[in-house]
């Protein structure tokens, strides 16, 4: 935390603007000490920094990592307003992952719950380990696309299974050029989920192919993936 000193708030919140280039507005600060006294004024200011949020992160996941017995090396970096926790592990892979990405899914709300309980503010954080997020958006991508050919065929929605935001903005991303195909995020909380929806064309006959079964069981093909990815990340 960088910290800065002027006569008044005002004074000292220009002066940290003008130094650190940014507007008033963006500025996350607190007030460390205040003196007023006869002959002088003084204000002391603390600048909270995203190496600050960066560090806490750090050493609060590396606490929990310690507590459940896990061991990862851990680096940090902000992209896209995104703070991304890279974590590689040579044995604990698996167990910090679960099943179906649960266990890494509790842990990023953890960390995310305990920034906030810290700075009181809202911070993007994304955990990711050996890889794991990265192999599973590849595979999120060609499933959504397997999904919208069997939606445009049968002219059926599609309810996917909840994911985390990150998983569904790649759903919304990778179809959003896709013709006669509009993504919806629908219900609240660990339940939110995709609905891929058909959009027919002016003057269509838009009477569902009932007679007709998707080519592949939605669930099935998500655990197949899953397992995929928890064996991959161990290689």
């Known amino acids: 935390m960088k910290e800065f000193e002027a006569k008044t708030v005002e004074e000292a919140?220009?002066?940290a603007c003008s130094e650190l280039n940014?507007?008033?507005e963006e500025l996350k600060y607190q007030v460390l000490s205040e003196q007023k006294g006869l002959f002088k004024k003084s204000v002391k200011i603390g600048v909270l920094e995203i190496r600050d949020v960066q560090s806490y992160i750090y050493n609060y996941l590396d606490g929990v990592l310690e507590t459940l017995g896990l061991k990862a090396d851990i680096e940090i970096y902000e992209k896209d307003g995104i703070n991304k926790v890279d974590m590689d592990s040579d044995y604990d892979a698996s167990r910090i992952i679960g099943r179906n990405g649960e266990t890494l899914r509790a842990l990023n709300e953890l960390v995310r719950a305990a920034v906030f309980t810290k700075f009181n503010e809202h911070y993007h954080i994304l955990l990711n380990v050996n890889g794991y997020k990265n192999q599973k958006y590849a595979k999120l991508e060609g499933l959504a696309k397997r999904i919208a050919k069997t939606v445009i065929r049968t002219k059926m929605s599609v309810e996917l299974q909840p994911m985390t935001s990150d998983e569904r903005r790649i759903?919304?991303?990778v179809l959003s050029t896709y013709p006669n195909i509009k993504t919806a995020s629908i219900g609240g909380g660990k339940d939110r989920h995709i609905t891929i929806q058909?959009?027919?064309g002016e003057g269509?006959?838009?009477t569902?192919?009932?007679d007709e079964e998707p080519s592949f069981d939605l669930d099935?093909?998500?655990e197949e993936k899953e397992n995929?990815?928890?064996s991959t990340s161990e290689e």
């Open 13 to 15: 919140v220009e002066k």
């Open 198 to 200: 058909y959009v027919p």
């Open 204 to 206: 269509e006959d838009v």
């Open 171 to 173: 759903i919304h991303n």
């Open 208 to 210: 569902p192919e009932i």
């Open 220 to 222: 099935k093909a998500f």
């Open 22 to 24: 940014v507007s008033k």
């Open 228 to 230: 995929e990815l928890n």
